[in-house]
């Protein structure tokens, strides 16, 4: 694989992790030399050399304390003597998102790294948009998850089950959120057609284990697109209650 020198920018994935670093850290600052900064810098760095990086530096464990560092400027606790200026939107996001919810926190850099360790993060691209469609946004949990979610309700083989299982038990194909039928808005062309949602918490999805017909719901095209287009994503059940909210869920409502 061919070597690229510039060390690339943290992703919202590996801040994610370094606020896991932080809160386990938190009062008792780490030097260089202590295993749990070597530990964080060697998963980031197999994550990077996976994806063709090379480099001493790339996140050494200097880097992972400055980035511990970075985040402190963002800690209202410690206000009083943030060194380093808070800069980065990311760091900010990521702050705002998981500091003060520790379990979710725990959870999702688990399952991160727990993506990093068994390989199965390999050839994301990072740092390309191609993998994620340009109208939507990555997950609160990051790139890695993100992808994952992508795809698992993109495989073939389950979301071609699901439709089995589903067109067995109903007869027919709807959005679970809005009850658009395909096959009946554009006759035979739109026959078979639908999404495949996976509705498990992302952080549930590095754990092995074969995605299930339950943990999918069919949604047409708009309604799968509405779930992943703005942070946090929505649950089927929120995205049906906001449509509800705005009186034009299919006109069902009795
Ligand atoms: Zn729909
Ligand atoms: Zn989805």
New binding site residues.
């Given amino acids: 694989m061919a070597e690229k020198k510039r060390n690339p920018p943290w992703t919202r994935d590996e801040i994610i992790l370094a606020l896991d670093l932080y809160r386990q850290v938190e009062g008792a600052w780490p030097r260089e030399s202590d295993p749990r900064v070597a530990a964080l810098s060697d998963t980031l760095n197999s994550f990077w050399r996976a994806q063709g990086h090379e480099g001493a530096t790339l996140r050494n464990a200097n880097g992972v304390k400055m980035k511990l560092m970075n985040l402190r400027a963002h800690d209202p606790a410690h206000a009083d003597k943030a060194g380093l200026k808070a800069g980065n939107h990311i760091e900010r996001e990521v702050w705002t998102d998981f500091a003060d919810d520790p379990r979710h926190l725990k959870e999702t850099a688990d399952a991160i790294r727990q993506a990093i360790v068994s390989g199965k993060a390999i050839h994301i691209e990072v740092e390309s948009d191609e993998v994620l469609d340009p109208n939507e946004v990555e997950a609160p949990e990051g790139r890695l998850l993100t992808v994952m979610h992508h795809r698992r309700e993109r495989s073939r083989k389950i979301v071609k089950a699901k439709k089995q299982d589903v067109l067995k038990k109903a007869g027919r194909l709807t959005?679970e959120?809005?009850s658009?039928d395909f096959a009946e808005r554009y006759g035979a062309r739109g026959d078979g057609f639908i999404e495949c949602h996976h509705t498990k918490p992302l952080a549930d999805l590095a754990e092995a284990g074969n995605t299930r017909l339950a943990d999918l719901a069919l949604?047409?095209a708009?309604?799968h697109r509405m779930i992943h287009a703005k942070r946090p994503w929505l649950s089927v059940d929120e995205l049906r209650a906001l449509l509800d909210s705005q009186g034009k869920n299919g006109g069902e409502t009795l």
């Fill in positions: 959005c959120a809005c658009f949604l047409c708009n309604c």
